[in-house]
């Protein structure tokens, strides 16, 4: 046990028998003490369709909030960079993309010709996009619909609509939902910590609110309902819970942790740059899991040693359909040239399923999308769409040594031997274009619990292993991670779970494959 944890571990008086004790979800990690300020987020209601004016006066209108929405975000950008730095204002290129994206214009004023207000027209179009987004069980294309909300939000607030109420107040703020520019425009001195019901700790919020280092946690809507306006909360962002009127040797407590977690942040921060070595000498390298071009910018600050996994759907459903080989080609490229070509790099071919998928894909409705024609099973049986991405990174890996291909969800044999034989073709069909440059390494996921009682048979077919320990450990364990009632059941460090990796270990050493 840390001093820090043995500080936060008083022997409880009866002082403090009147406290509420509040858990949810870690979000900024830190601790806070402070009174609570309540305010209500910026969210219109659905404006009014009818409008006088014309279509004309109404596109000038957009078209004039459009351009200040921009500027806007530019100096969100600014202000993002100064305060924390450029990687994390980053996260508003993102909105620069919505804004200036022709398909999202395009939507809007195909309402505003068909004689609907403008402010209408913008609302519409977000919540068709959130409707859609929602139905994908994703904690990134779920942050996309934040980004998207937030946007459309203060597109509408050049057009007279209220946004977020700024405070002048010291404390702990406690909001329903807080979108990335609700969190830029927050005053990191006053704003002690943040307790909301949304987003969760992958939201472009948290990780603002990680970057401006404010402690904070995601309530169940019933629990965030038990605090009031001036409450002394005492929080804590690394187990996500949060104390309401605290007793006073807590209150102690808590104030003798903030000097700790202090020390221990100025601690960690010298070992950033430093080699990553266990206790008994054996050095490891510190890889990132990245989904988007953006993403490297937080690789590069946290000193990662290159990707351990680049997740390509997330670029498919940020499209409204299949993107040209060209188009990936540009994209992939972009990110392997960020790499240096020492550092491996290692990406995953398309990961989707019924639950996680765009409209344009065609996914039809499955009971169990999790049990259902996925991943790799889907890819095979329609390899058009595979084989694309292939030749899209066979062009784009040029002649780059470390670069590694990721099936997922391989459950059979047959099926691996499969996507190395297109692969084999993709390189074919290319000829001179790449003709004399390296194949790609071939891993796959290990994520089913099948494929770990059998992954000797699969050592003949691969280079290297990958654990995919989230889904495992759902379909080890019979727990859906997502699922609030039954999460606390959810155990990657779980014996079962512990076993399995364990066999896989063994049988990957014994053919002498990482």
């Given amino acids: 046990m840390d001093l820090a944890t043995q500080a936060i571990q008083p022997r409880v008086s009866p002082s403090a028998s009147a406290s509420i004790h509040l858990s949810g979800t870690p979000v900024g990690t830190g601790i806070a003490l402070g009174k609570a300020i309540q305010l209500h987020p910026g969210t219109p209601e659905e404006p009014p369709r009818e409008t006088s004016n014309p279509p004309e006066g109404e596109l000038q209108d957009f078209h004039s909030a459009l351009e200040h ?62 409707s ?80 401006l280092r404010i402690p904070g946690i995601c309530l169940d809507l019933d629990l965030m309902k038990r605090i009031h306006e001036g409450d002394l909360i005492a929080l804590d962002g690394k ?24 020390q221990h942040q100025e601690h960690l921060d010298q070992f950033r740059e430093k080699p990553c070595r266990t206790q008994d000498g054996v050095e490891m390298k510190v890889l990132a899991n990245i989904a988007l071009e953006n993403d490297l910018n937080q690789l590069f600050r946290h000193g990662a040693e290159g990707i351990g996994l680049y997740r390509t759907e997330i670029f498919f459903l940020s499209l409204d359909r299949y993107p040209e080989i060209e ?55 329609k390899p058009k769409v595979l084989k694309n991405q292939l030749k899209s990174i066979l062009l784009a890996s040029g002649r780059r040594e470390k670069l590694s291909l990721i099936f997922p969800m391989v459950t059979d044999v047959q099926e691996i031997r499969q996507a190395k034989q297109l692969l084999h073709e993709c390189a074919t069909d290319l000829g001179d274009d790449f ?80």
């Fill in 435 to 514: 003709n004399g440059s390296k194949l790609p390494e071939i891993g796959m996921m290990f994520e089913v619990p099948s494929s770990f009682m059998i992954s000797e048979r699969f050592m003949k077919e691969i280079d290297f292993c990958a654990i995919g320990s989230n889904d495992l450990t759902q379909y080890l364990l019979a727990v859906d991670r997502n699922n609030p009632q039954i999460s606390h059941l959810y155990d990657p460090l779980h014996p079962a779970v512990l076993q399995l990796i364990q066999i896989l270990i063994k049988n990957a050493n014994r053919h002498q494959k990482p």
């Fill in 327 to 381: 188009e990936q080609v540009e994209v992939y490229q972009r990110v392997f040239e960020s790499i240096p070509q020492e550092q491996p790099l290692m990406i995953r071919t398309l990961d989707l399923g019924a639950d996680k998928a765009a409209p344009y894909m065609g996914y039809p409705q499955e009971g169990n999308p999790y049990l259902g024609c996925r991943a790799l099973r889907r890819q095979l049986r």
């Fill in 239 to 262: 187990n996500g819970s949060a104390v309401v009127h605290p007793g006073e040797e807590l209150m102690a407590a808590f104030k003798r942790r903030v000097v700790l977690e202090e």
């Fill in 69 to 130: 929405t921009i500027n806007d975000t530019i100096k969100l950008v600014e202000k993002i960079s100064g305060d924390v730095g450029t990687e994390e204002a980053a996260i508003f290129h993102v909105h620069l993309m919505f804004l200036e994206d022709q398909h999202f214009q395009g939507k809007i004023e195909k309402y505003i010709f068909e004689g609907n207000s403008v402010s209408w027209s913008i609302y519409e179009t977000i919540q068709e996009y959130l």
């Fill in 132 to 211: 859609a987004f929602s139905q994908i069980d994703d904690p990134y294309l779920s942050e996309k619909g934040a980004d998207l909300k937030d946007v459309g939000y203060r597109l509408l607030h050049f057009l007279g609509h209220e946004l977020l109420a700024e405070t002048e107040k010291e404390g702990i703020l406690v909001i329903e939902e807080l979108l990335p520019g609700d969190m830029a425009r927050l005053d990191a001195n006053r704003i002690k910590g943040i307790i909301t019901s949304s987003g969760g700790i992958v939201s472009h919020a948290a990780i603002l609110a990680r970057s």
